[in-house]
């Protein structure tokens, strides 16, 4: 079972993902009616010769859709109403008061409105907080400070925090991959001492940047600039077009351009033909680009002047002539 799960876990992931995302899009844009009430009470206060206390009952249409007609009763277990205030009377409608309850309705209360209802009672002999009733069509308020949230709302939070905690993992998990796999310069290390030509990684790291690119370049120069004993030089270049697959389209669409050019200087059109298709199969736009500006890749002119002006002297790198020869290249 564990070795499933290392097979297919980006798979599992992924879909759990799908799935979870799925959910709580249609959890935060579908309809919802939701109304919650809140009850707070002050201290004693005098009031005439007795003491009194005043109760605030606060009504919030939480969900994103208007609350219509909604009946609303406050009651106490004693006779103990002296006076009410609405914070809005216009929103309340067809109110009864009597010494222990109020009653009425909201005909509206849209998303995110509030209303807030202060009781002030006569005495307060061991009174306990009202009971709150508020009912609508297709919605029953529950108190704010209960646990009052549905098993599909803890469902979601869950869901939620599920895949922030699987996203992060995997970000994680990627990052730690990332550090732990070779790099660009790394795998250019390797490919040059395992074709022979370690020597020549401290002329390509002093005079290019440590990219597939460059390095493409560099093992192509160093091909035409000799006269013999520069087959190595072809072979790390077919090397380094398959050294990683997570390399650019533009810089393997390249690579392969630079060896079907030096295979059509040896004369074997064949094989020329085959990179260049490979060339065209990597990066079309960049292989028709190349194409336009064949003329700057005439390997014999390049290999005459790269001996004239010895561009690789004595294992040393000379840019003299290099900085003459625009070769067009588009990053991604």
């Known amino acids: 079972m564990s070795n499933f799960f290392l097979e297919y876990q980006n798979h599992i992931i992924g879909l759990f993902i799908t799935i979870a995302g799925g959910i709580i899009i249609w959890?935060?844009?579908?309809?919802?009616?939701?109304?919650?009430?809140?009850i707070s009470a002050?201290?004693?206060?005098?009031?005439?010769?007795?003491?009194?206390?005043?109760f605030?009952?606060?009504?919030?249409n939480?969900?994103?859709?208007?609350?219509?007609?909604?009946?609303?009763?406050?009651?106490?277990?004693?006779?103990?109403?002296?006076s009410y205030a609405f914070s809005?009377?216009?929103?309340?409608?067809?109110?009864?008061?009597?010494?222990?309850?109020?009653?009425?309705?909201?005909?509206?209360?849209?998303?995110?409105e509030s209303l807030l209802l202060t009781i002030t009672t006569k005495e307060d002999k061991g009174l306990n907080n009202p009971s709150v009733s508020a009912r609508a069509i297709g919605v029953t308020a529950t108190r704010v400070s209960s646990n009052s949230r549905s098993f599909i709302d803890k469902l979601i939070i869950l869901l939620l925090f599920v895949a922030t905690l699987v996203m992060a993992i995997t970000t994680l998990k990627i990052k730690v991959q990332q550090k732990n796999e070779p790099q660009q310069e790394d795998r250019i290390f390797i490919l040059f001492n395992?074709?022979?030509?370690?020597?020549?990684?401290?002329?390509?790291?002093?005079?290019y940047e440590k990219t597939y690119k460059d390095a493409g370049l560099f093992l192509f120069y160093k091909y035409v600039s000799l006269k013999k004993d520069n087959e190595k030089y072809l072979n790390s270049l077919i090397a380094l077009a398959e050294c990683d697959e997570d390399m650019s389209n533009n810089s393997r669409a390249f690579i392969y351009y630079l060896i079907a050019k030096i295979k059509g200087y040896?004369?074997?059109?064949?094989?020329?033909?085959?990179?260049?298709?490979?060339?065209?199969?990597?990066?079309?736009?960049?292989?028709?680009?190349?194409?336009?500006?064949?003329?700057s890749f005439n390997v014999q002119k390049i290999r005459a002047a790269l001996?004239?002006?010895?561009?690789?002297?004595?294992?040393?790198?000379?840019?003299?002539?290099?900085?003459?020869?625009?070769?067009?290249?588009?990053?991604?």
């Open 307 to 332: 001996i004239k002006n010895k561009f690789f002297q004595n294992n040393q790198y000379n840019q003299t002539y290099i900085d003459s020869l625009e070769v067009p290249f588009k990053d991604e």
């Open 88 to 112: 809005n009377i216009k929103l309340v409608s067809n109110i009864n008061k009597s010494e222990n309850s109020i009653s009425g309705q909201i005909p509206l209360l849209n998303p995110k």
């Open 56 to 60: 605030n009952i606060t009504f919030k």
């Open 62 to 82: 939480t969900g994103n859709k208007p609350i219509t007609n909604c009946d609303i009763d406050i009651s106490f277990e004693s006779s103990a109403i002296d």
């Open 194 to 207: 395992i074709n022979g030509i370690g020597n020549d990684y401290p002329v390509f790291i002093s005079s």
């Open 27 to 38: 959890w935060i844009q579908k309809d919802k009616l939701k109304l919650v009430y809140d």
């Open 42 to 54: 002050s201290v004693q206060f005098p009031s005439g010769s007795k003491k009194g206390r005043f």
């Open 266 to 295: 040896e004369g074997k059109k064949p094989e020329a033909i085959q990179f260049l298709d490979k060339s065209k199969e990597s990066r079309e736009d960049l292989y028709q680009l190349l194409i336009e500006n064949d003329s």
